[in-house]
């Protein structure tokens, strides 16, 4: 029994001891996966190793260097083979270090870590538009499979950050092999409005490349690569005159150290950064590096430390990591035998403490895991191909690549050296849209629409004139400021321009800018004759002279018959003396008679007389038919203007003969109704091939044989009557045609744009626009086609029209035109009389009342002046008498008294 019983002891004390014993003697043992073209990577892992070698002789590891193609399936055999014939031969890896840069080998070699479930350090970034394997990572699988930004990933940052300090709206990212910034950089400036391109330097012809990249407007370059490759493309850029105010060059590099060879350039000013070397670093193993290999870039560091952070770490916690991990043939994986216990690799890679070579590797709890490390940025400003001045713009961090940290004074300085976009503009002088003042300055509702965008976006122009809008000959090719975007002279054709279908198939248009805007009439405004005594115009001067012969000799005829009747009143003075109506024609009392029975007051006490009432009937019968006359023909002469039929639209100047009309040759106006005319023609032609078909049926025939014409002829005849008026050839022959008609019911109508008419009515009296507007089309800015132009206009005129200010503009150019005339309104549309017209009247009163002036000053005079009579004591009694006793006789005994009491 006690022999039994040591054999247990024995036996437990080696189920215990044995696992223990052999992870003592258990080694280390890493696999790198890598490109074979990958030099810098292999040299510095080597370096690495052999640096562990020699420093801890106590570190037990085995190392294998795996070398991968770029096709992705080759890469997954190779990876798998490996793995085989190391568990065959019991030395499978503990670590996997993936440092592959080609994306697709980073992917399956991901996806093949995640499914042994093997502890890895990859140093390949994510490409963030493609979601992948470890995108979704549980919080197991996190702890183990770990990812480190390489310098290669976060360097290119600093774009952004220019970008956002600079308001940088488009940008080249040029990159040689040092950098490799492709897919994974996708996302570099998501959400920012920059138009940009990211392309590898192509060193065969750099030149040309630099050339493409101007061609499409490109001002802001980005250079990444080797000192070598940076001065080439600057060198390259010198020799196309791509430097100045017109353009921004920032260049960097990973290889430590601010010099770059002055001889690159004439004149130039580049922004130049590259990573700085911090003073906390591990000297020994800095210079072991840089001994080794043959650069100074800063990933190679970046492998060496990766490297001794992952055998390191593995080696000081190999007790615990070891033991859990299980390798599996990835060809035939059995689910059931991989390893399903944590593996808290990551907390330990968090705790590792020790030297690094450029930079401390900061493992974080966010998932951005990366070496930390500073750029340096400065300015440099070459003269004569020598530094004339170097300054320190300031540094940019790799832990917050969202902000930039400037020295004192230099952020401002900044701004100076963002490149100024210079547009080529084409414009044709349309007032009020485009016009040249006396100083040959530009003003007008496009200039401040172009200043008020310049604003906004950020870019100089300078202005260039044509003659043309733009159309299309028989050729197909194009004139005017068309042409000048087709071949690529100008950047923006700034204008009243329409948007036309044939126009959008060479250029591209941005949202319009203007209201829809079509084709009016411009005619003549009619001139509505006014005069103060426009009631005299009524009856012919021959009428008021009869008029005034008949007062006359009627007023004598009455006098006459008066003096010399036996039954007048003057000669039965005794007859008539208990008469209370009393009234002595005499000459001045009929002329007054006459006159005032042709007034509504009437003429008073008619003569006793029979043949003088007979007179006085005749006058007032003549009188009420004269003022009836009058009257009517004085209604029909103020409104006569008023039964002329207006022209109020195209419909009726097509209807009518009197008045010709025309568009200006070769305009958009002309070739709307020529184009019209030939729709027109061609629907014609249309049916009547169908109905001259004879492979229709009856039935089919039948129905299309139609009485009336089916299709209209209007425009085919409206464009034959502009041809037989003929076109005229400018704008300024057309307006002369229009003033010089005779009438608004006569002459020469002109359709054209509606801002031109609407602009010559607004400066000029003389003419008005007519009818409604036709064929509308919107105003826009062209651009070349495919141009980004488009694009950033667009939002610019949006945030423009959301502003109001293009309203602001419409009212300071149309209704604040300082060109605005006031004119009088002669429209007679309301159906009033003007005081032009019957002031007359008014003149007649005042003309009275300053005659009963005069009189009265004459009678006063007369009276005055002049020595009366003396009257005799007698008289006046018998006069006062009389005149109290109200018998007094009209017809006076002595014509030395007076009938009534003198006043004076």
């Known amino acids: 029994r006690t022999i039994v019983d040591i054999i247990m002891i024995l036996h437990w004390l080696y189920v215990l001891l044995f696992p223990l014993n052999v992870s003592f003697a258990q080694k280390i043992r890493i696999l790198v996966v890598l490109e074979k073209d990958d030099f810098l990577a292999e040299n510095s892992v080597k370096s690495a190793l052999d640096f562990l070698k020699n420093d801890d002789s106590s570190l037990d590891f085995e190392s294998t260097i795996l070398h991968l193609t770029n096709d992705p399936y080759e890469s997954v055999s190779q990876v798998c083979n490996e793995l085989e014939e190391k568990i065959a031969n019991e030395k499978s890896p503990n670590l996997l270090v993936d440092l592959t840069k080609n994306e697709a080998n980073s992917k399956v070699i991901k996806s093949l870590s995640q499914t042994l479930k093997m502890p890895t350090l990859s140093s390949n970034l994510i490409n963030p538009m493609n979601k992948r394997d470890w995108d979704k990572l549980n919080e197991v699988q996190k702890q183990y499979l770990v990812q480190v930004l390489s310098p290669n990933d976060v360097i290119p940052n600093i774009v952004r950050v220019f970008c956002v300090k600079m308001n940088i709206t488009n940008a080249a990212i040029l990159f040689d092999k040092t950098f490799e910034i492709g897919q994974n950089h996708k996302t570099l400036l998501l959400n920012l409005p920059v138009r940009h391109i990211i392309q590898s330097i192509e060193e065969v012809d750099i030149e040309k490349q630099l050339r493409r990249l101007e061609a499409i407007d490109i001002q802001n ?146 998932g951005q895991n990366r070496i930390e490390f500073d750029i340096k940025t400065l300015i440099y400003e070459i003269k004569s191909k020598k530094i004339a001045k170097r300054q320190q713009l300031g540094v940019w961090k790799s832990e917050n690549p969202t902000s930039f940290l400037f020295d004192a004074n230099m952020e401002s300085l900044l701004s100076k050296l963002k490149a100024k976009t210079l547009y080529r503009i084409v414009t044709v002088l349309q007032p009020p849209f485009m016009m040249q003042n006396e100083l040959g300055n530009f003003e007008g509702y496009c200039i401040d629409l172009i200043n008020e965008l310049k604003d906004m976006m950020g870019f100089e122009y300078e202005i260039t004139i044509v003659e043309e809008y733009g159309k299309m000959n028989e050729k197909l090719e194009w004139n005017g400021m068309i042409r000048e975007l087709v071949e690529k002279k100008a950047d923006i054709a700034l204008g009243a321009l329409s948007v036309m279908a044939e126009r959008e198939n060479v250029v591209d248009f941005t949202v319009p800018y203007y209201d829809l805007v079509g084709i009016s009439i411009l005619m003549k405004k009619p001139k509505v004759p006014t005069s103060l005594f426009k009631f005299l115009s009524v009856l012919e001067d021959s009428v008021w002279i009869c008029i005034l012969a008949a007062y006359v000799i009627t007023s004598l005829i009455m006098w006459i018959f008066d003096k010399w009747s036996p039954y007048s009143y003057q000669n039965n003075l005794e007859k008539y003396e208990n008469d209370e109506e009393k009234r002595f024609f005499d000459l001045k009392e009929c002329l007054w008679f006459c006159m005032t029975s042709l007034t509504p007051q009437g003429g008073g006490e008619a003569p006793k007389n029979l043949s003088g009432r007979l007179v006085a009937a005749t006058w007032w019968l003549f009188g009420f038919i004269i003022i009836a006359s009058y009257t009517a023909n004085l209604a029909a002469f103020l409104t006569v203007s008023r039964l002329e039929t207006p022209v109020e639209s195209l419909e009726d100047l097509a209807k009518q003969y009197k008045i010709k009309y025309a568009p200006k040759n070769g305009s958009a106006s002309a070739t709307y109704f020529e184009r019209m005319a030939y729709i027109e023609e061609k629907f014609y032609g249309i049916w009547k091939d169908m109905s001259l078909n004879d492979s229709l049926s009856e039935l089919e025939r039948s129905k299309l044989a139609v009485w009336d014409y089916p299709v209209s002829d209007k425009y085919t005849k409206i464009w034959q009557s502009m041809q037989e008026t003929k076109l005229p050839i400018t704008d300024e022959e057309a307006y002369s045609r229009v003033r010089a008609s005779p009438s608004s019911s006569e002459g020469f109508a ?102 009963a002036i005069l009189t009265l000053g004459f009678e006063y005079w007369y009276y005055k002046y002049k020595n009366p009579s003396k009257v005799s004591a007698t008289d006046k009694e018998k006069n006062m008498n009389v005149f109290e006793n109200k018998k007094f006789s009209t017809e006076y005994t002595s014509r030395n008294v007076a009938p009534v009491v003198n006043q004076w």
């Open 750 to 851: 002109f359709l054209g744009d509606a801002t031109d008419i609407r602009y010559q009515t607004l400066t000029n009296c003389d003419l008005q626009m007519v009818g409604e507007e036709f064929s509308r089309k919107p105003y826009a800015l062209a651009v070349q086609q495919g141009s980004p132009l488009k694009d950033q206009l667009n939002d610019a005129i949006l945030k423009l029209l959301n502003q109001r200010k293009l309203e602001t503009l419409k009212e300071r150019w149309w209704n604040q035109n300082p060109k605005k005339r006031s004119c009088d309104d002669n429209s007679d549309q309301g159906g009033g009389i003007s005081i032009h017209n019957i002031g007359g009247v008014f003149i007649v009163i005042f003309v009275g009342i300053g005659l």
């Open 221 to 366: 370059y980005f250079i990444f690569g080797s000192k070598i490759n940076v001065k080439k493309v600057l060198q390259r850029a010198d020799n196309l005159k791509m430097f100045g105010e017109k353009y921004a060059w920032f260049a960097g590099s990973k290889e430590h150290g601010e010099n770059i060879i002055e001889e690159c350039c004439a004149n130039a000013e580049v922004i130049y950064f590259f990573p700085e070397l911090n003073t906390d670093i591990s000297m020994k193993q800095y210079k072991y590096l840089y001994e080794n290999i043959d650069s100074h870039d800063i990933t190679a560091a970046f492998y060496f430390d990766l490297v001794l952070m992952g055998v390191k770490t593995l080696s000081k916690e190999k007790n615990e990591i070891l033991n859990k991990f299980k390798p599996q043939n990835c060809n035939y994986p059995n689910e059931k035998n991989i390893t399903s216990t944590e593996i808290d690799f990551l907390s330990k890679l968090r705790n590792f403490d020790k030297d690094y070579t450029f930079g401390k590797i900061r493992i974080s709890n966010d």
